[in-house]
Nanobody
């Protein structure tokens, strides 16, 4: 069982920045595939960014060049640096971990971008 706890959400003006953090339990963090997803009201949950254990990253087209995912294996933590935020980025952001074919989710953190 992997437990994930997100933090760092909040209210920010368009053009601003936020950094989300996700702390994970477990001694195998370094081999988890970690991801950030988001879900806006009345929309499906979508992948924002993912980072593998070999530090390969991929991003949704809508956030490329603005968001950066990173991980610190010593701290069992994954980050999402979000710059140039837009009102369309408003959503609940969820941290995910994949290990041995199983997916685990955090409780989510709200990000609201005002225009």
């Amino acid at each position: 069982q992997v437990q994930l706890v997100e933090s760092g959400g909040g209210l920010v003006q368009a053009g601003g920045s936020l950094r989300l953090s996700c702390a994970a339990s477990g001694r195998l963090f370094s081999i988890y595939v970690m991801g950030w997803y988001r879900q806006a009201p009345e929309k499906q949950r979508e992948l924002v960014a993912r980072i593998t254990y070999s530090l390969t990253t991929n991003y949704a087209d809508s956030v490329k060049g603005r968001f950066t995912i990173s991980r610190d294996n010593a701290k069992n933590t994954v980050y999402l640096q979000m710059n140039s935020l837009e009102p369309e980025d408003t959503a609940v952001y969820y941290c995910s971990a994949r290990l041995a074919g199983n997916d685990y989710w955090g409780q989510g953190t709200q990000v609201t971008v005002s225009s």
